[in-house]
Nanobody, 125 residues
């Protein structure tokens, strides 16, 4: 499985961006997709994830109500709509995919087998 993240860029505080993660290869084996981010000098942190069947969704507390993760089955693509961006959202955003469905450990990076290359989001004040 290969993951290609896109949609990052430069934004001002309060702007919106939509990240996309396109999957290719044996995508039928994927049952969860997550977004993680890594800010300069900080560790990678969980942002949002979605698993199926049953459509479990979870968000990191600071992005609840601001970010929305969604899945386009027909295009094997997962999106992260980011609204009301803040300078502290500046980071490289990575999409990841795993083969376990359900809610268990949905926030854990160790549950994700495949990782995209990352897309940089820079939010200025």
């Amino acid at each position: 499985v290969q993951l290609q993240a896109s949609g990052g860029g430069l934004a001002q505080a309060g702007d919106s961006l939509r990240l996309s993660c396109a999957g290719s290869g044996r995508t039928f084996s994927i049952y969860r997709t997550g977004w993680f981010r890594q800010a300069p000098g900080k560790e990678r942190e969980f942002v949002a994830a979605l698993s199926w069947p049953g459509t479990y969704i979870t968000y990191e507390d600071s992005v609840k109500g601001l970010f929305t993760i969604s899945r386009d089955n027909a295009k094997n693509t997962v999106h992260l709509q980011m609204n009301s961006l803040k300078p502290e959202d500046t980071a490289v955003y990575y999409c990841a995919a795993g083969t376990r469905g359900g809610l268990l450990n949905l926030r854990s990076p160790g549950e994700y087998v495949y990782w995209g290359q990352g897309t940089l989001v820079t939010v200025s004040s």
